[in-house]
């Protein structure tokens, strides 16, 4: 999925992917024998350069939803990309050295 940005210096349109897209993504954490569901099937896309805004009450999984998006943690199921790659797919080293170049 790409969008048309305006460039800057041309007044050209560019082809500018997502920043974050996330598909179909589902996390549980297991706690004291109970599975506790926070996210469950969610769909995001997170475009350059807008403003984007995540609400929801204490425990709706916010902060999990980012820490998917800055590669600190997993999704149990669906699909994590940012910056056009495949977090899923990389090895811990090269999802570290990702995120060292790529989040900060």
């Known amino acids: 999925m790409t969008e048309q940005v305006p460039a ?4 050209q349109a560019t082809i500018q992917p997502p920043v974050a897209l996330l598909t179909g993504v589902t ?6 024998y109970v599975d506790v569901p926070v996210i469950k099937g969610v769909d995001i896309l997170v475009r350059h350069a807008c403003f984007t805004v995540v609400l929801g009450p204490s425990g ?3 902060t999990t939803l980012l820490n998917m998006i800055g590669c600190i943690d997993k999704p149990d199921a669906g699909e994590v990309v940012i910056a056009n790659c495949k977090v899923g797919e990389l090895s811990d080293d090269a999802l570290s050295d990702f995120r060292a170049k790529n989040i900060g």
């Open 27 to 32: 996390k549980t954490y297991h706690m004291d």
């Open 60 to 62: 709706s999984g916010k």
């Open 8 to 11: 800057p210096e041309s007044g």
